[in-house]
């Protein structure tokens, strides 16, 4: 080797020292003064949806947090895929979040193999900011108490009864056939067009023996006794049921949360952005102005202990709903 080309080496790896320092220096600036400019939370559904509705009520503390306003954007369709899509292929750069719950990020996966997002490849995971729990609610007249008098009441029936749901693809039809499976007892789904609208009202009516759906919508009637709330699917009991017993308590372990919800960003977004989030969004889950408006509807202010943590949970529970799925039946879409 020559001198001349041993200097010319030497210069070029000085030259790509300093690009890579001037690079970290850039992107740490960046970091530190972050944000600069607004912040669009993407909500993969509908206005006035759940998620909806807790975004909305986390974006007052988030602006006075972080100094920048924090625009709720809508995106729905394809049962969230096309939120999470736009989500994904946002700038990793801190600007775009996604607002995810257990269908978009845990379900779909495996209802959707052929979507080309992955919730645990394309996301880096912030924290959980929510769980609403869900509840399993009977006819108010049918003659059972309690789960073990549900449980014997049913099996005394095989495929005789019927319970409402929004659809053999919901979190909480799921949830149900995985109940079923471990209960020893077979019922036939009967879907209608919402969970909390319809099969509520259906097994108010006794169309169907049970359902279940969100604790705020069990509530009002078990309050009147034409609905009766054996259990709620939640880490713990609820203020409005405190007499009603957990899943967990019951023998359930694996059915520990409802229809819960998690902060997002797009894969490759700077870790010290991440870990700003992380401090900011868990202290407003928790702060005693969200929390009042999370327990008008029953939710609880659920948060993670790390952003690792969130993504060892994600990991869970796309394992425990792909096999949810498998023992419903539910075949995969296109």
């Not at 939370?41 to 972080?66: H, N, T, Y």
């Not at 978009?104 to 996966?109: E, F, G, K, L």
């Not at 979507?115 to 995971?125: H, M, Q, S, T, Y």
Request: hydrophobic share 45%; glycine share 8%; charged share 15%.
């Amino acid at each position: 080797m020559t001198l001349r080309s041993s200097m010319a080496r030497a210069a070029g790896a000085c030259l790509a020292m300093v690009c890579a320092v001037h690079a970290t220096a850039a992107e740490s600036s960046e970091s530190t003064a972050y944000p600069t400019r607004p912040i669009r939370m993407v909500v993969p559904f509908a206005p006035g949806g759940a998620s909806d509705f807790i975004g909305r009520i986390l974006q007052p503390k988030l602006v006075e947090a972080l100094g920048q306003q924090v625009v709720v954007e809508n995106r729905s369709g394809a049962s969230g895929n096309v939120g999470v899509e736009v989500a994904a292929q946002a700038t990793p750069d801190g600007y775009t979040w996604l607002l995810g719950n257990v269908g978009t990020m845990a379900i779909n996966p495996s209802i959707f193999p052929k979507f080309p997002i992955r919730a645990n490849r394309d996301f880096v995971p912030v924290t959980l900011v929510v769980d609403v729990p869900g509840a399993l609610g009977v006819y108010g007249a049918l003659p059972v108490s309690n789960m073990a008098d549900f449980i014997a009441y049913v099996k005394e029936r095989p495929n005789k009864l019927n319970y409402g749901s929004s659809g053999l693809g919901s979190a909480q039809a799921l949830a149900f056939e995985f109940f079923m499976s471990k209960a020893g007892i077979r019922m036939t789904a009967v879907p209608y067009k919402g969970g909390a609208g319809a099969a509520t009202i259906a097994t108010l009516a006794g169309e169907v023996a049970a359902t279940m759906v969100t604790t705020a919508s069990l509530v009002p009637h078990a309050k009147t006794g034409k609905i009766k709330v054996l259990a709620v699917v939640a880490k713990k009991r609820i203020p409005a049921l405190p007499d009603t017993p957990t899943m967990i308590e019951l023998g359930y372990p694996e059915l520990n949360l409802g229809s819960w919800q998690g902060m997002y960003l797009p894969r490759g977004v700077p870790r010290s952005i991440v870990d700003r989030l992380f401090k900011v969004i868990t202290q407003i889950v928790h702060d005693p102005w969200v929390a009042e408006r999370y327990e008008k509807v029953s939710a609880q202010a659920v948060t993670s202990e790390s952003p690792a943590e969130f993504g060892r949970f994600m990991q869970e529970q796309n394992q425990f709903w792909a096999q949810a799925i498998k023992t419903s039946g539910l075949k995969p879409q296109d």
